[in-house]
């Protein structure tokens, strides 16, 4: 199975990497300025993660269209960012070649104070007017493992692979 991690800088997709293939965190993650391709085996199945950086210029469609699914990171403990990773996740979701993509949210950083809840993460991404796939919506912290099995357990069974 392979999924592409994308979301603005700095929203935690390198440490969810680093936490999901390793189990390990670290304060110190260097910035990804293309991509990193991660790979861990969970419950028999392997799984590839393309950790795109989140710097404007990066394309991130051409990386999406052949993967069983979008992981989309977003600091919600960051909320003046938030209406730009809104726009930058609709204005992805609207490409013709990713329609029907499954699409896993992860509000990241929740064990920072401020951090928005599940339901005010939705409200703000408008989350529930994405209609045209299969959605999932949770909330993690990689820097305490918090919630990180959901997100293992969402990758293999919600979202479909060839095997």
Known sequence: MEFT???LQSAGKTSLANVVTTGEYSED?????????RKVMKENVMITLWDLAGQPRTRWERYCRVVCGIVYVVDV???????????E???LLSKK??????LLVLGNKIDKEGALNKQALTDQMELAS????????????????????LVIDCLIKHFKFES
């Open 130 to 149: 994405i209609t045209d796939r299969e959605l999932c919506c949770n909330m993690i912290s990689c820097k305490n493992s918090t919630n990180i099995d």
């Open 29 to 37: 993650v260097i910035r990804t300025y293309d991509f990193r391709i």
């Open 77 to 87: 403990a960051d909320q003046d960012n938030l209406s730009t990773s809104k726009s």
């Open 5 to 7: 991690l994308v979301g």
């Open 97 to 102: 070649s990713l329609i029907g993509t499954p």
């Open 89 to 91: 996740l609709h204005n």
